[in-house]
C-alpha cells in the first residue's frame, strides 16, 4: 500500500487508515505499507505521537510501515531527531535504505535534496547506482521518495531543487537499471505518469 502526506491531517489520516487496515484483512498479498514522507506537519513529539498512535492502530502491526522522509518531516527538527526515535535503525542512519522482499527490492531514498549536503547527496547517488547495479538483473525494483521529478503539480515550482537534481541524477540511473516503479508524495495529488 501507499500513502502520502499525512502531515496534521489526523481524521483524514485515520480514515485512511481504516481503508489500508480493511484491504490488509481482505488482500493478504499486500506485505508493507510506504508513508511517501511529510508523514506530520511540524515534526513536534506531540504529533509523532498522534500520527504513530492511528498507524499503530489500523495497519503497523499488521504490516511493516516504510517511512520516507519529507520537506515536512525536517520543518522544526533538522536532525530528525523525533522520526529516529520512532523509526531509526542502524540500516537507517542515512535515511536512505533497501528493503529486500525476495520477490522484489524497494529502495527508498532522502529527495530533500536543498537540505541535505553535497556530500550527503552525490553518496546517496552513489549507493543508489550501486544497488541498482546489484539488483537489477535478480529482480524488479521499485523506487520512493518524497518529491517527484515529473509532475503537474505547483510544488514542484516552490522546492526546484528536488525534481531538477531527481531529473538529472536518478532519472538516468532508474532508465539504465530499469526501475519498473517510482512512488512519490509531496504534491497531494494523484498522477500515473511514464516518462
Known sequence: GFISDTQQYHEEHEKTAKLLGQLLHDDPNIRFVVN???LVQESSATEW???RQITTKYYSNTVPLVPVIGNHDYRYDTVLANFNRLYGHESTQ???????FGVMSLIVLDS??????????DA????LEAQLAAKHRTQPIMVTFHHAGYTSGVAQYLMPAPPS???SKWQPLFEKYHVKLV????????????V
Not at 112 to 121: G, H, Q, V, Y
Not at 124 to 127: D, L, P, V
Open 36 to 38: 511517501g514522507g511529510d
Open 49 to 51: 505521537q498522534a500520527y
Open 94 to 100: 542515512a535515511h536512505y535504505y533497501l528493503l529486500d
Open 112 to 121: 530533500n535534496i536543498d537540505i541535505l549536503t553535497p556530500a550527503a547527496r
Open 124 to 127: 546517496q547517488t552513489k549507493w
Open 165 to 167: 537534481y531527481i531529473r
Open 183 to 194: 512512488l512519490n508524495g509531496h504534491e497531494h495529488l494523484y498522477e500515473r505518469l511514464k
